[in-house]
């Protein structure tokens, strides 16, 4: 069974950090590259961007760049998403997503979701 777990989520202040994991499950953690969305209350799903952790390629949003970093742990199977300089705007539900690769031209379908982890950012 294929498993995206996400984890690390909660209240930060404003220009504070927070690091979110994304470990899966059920199947071979190179085949897939690990996409980040978040979506905010009354708005549309976002792409945060992707990591290829095959190659170590990433792609950020214009509006995440330079403040989050993906990484990944090929032995424990996770992806990381380290949030710095977080904003208020950055308030969302973030969810982490298995695709074929890791690109916007087109972007590929991601066929297996994990649940979400809450990011509150007070200011």
């Known amino acids: 069974e294929v498993q995206l777990v996400e984890s690390g989520g909660g209240l930060v202040q404003a220009g504070g950090s927070l690091r979110l994991s994304c470990a899966v499950s059920g199947f071979t953690f190179d085949d897939y590259a690990i996409g980040w969305f978040r979506q905010a209350p009354g708005k549309e799903r976002e792409g945060v961007g992707c990591?290829?952790?095959?190659?170590?390629?990433?792609l950020y949003a214009d509006s995440v760049k330079g403040r989050f970093t993906f990484s990944s742990d090929n032995a424990k199977n996770t992806v990381y998403l380290q949030m710095s300089s977080l904003k208020p705007e950055d308030t969302a539900v973030y969810y982490c997503?298995?695709?074929?690769?890791?690109?916007?031209?087109?972007?590929?379908?991601?066929?297996?979701w994990g649940q979400g982890t809450q990011v509150t950012v007070s200011s």
């Open positions: 997503a298995a695709g074929l690769y890791c690109g916007n031209n087109p972007p590929p379908p991601y066929d297996y």
């Open positions: 990591i290829d952790s095959s190659d170590g390629s990433t």
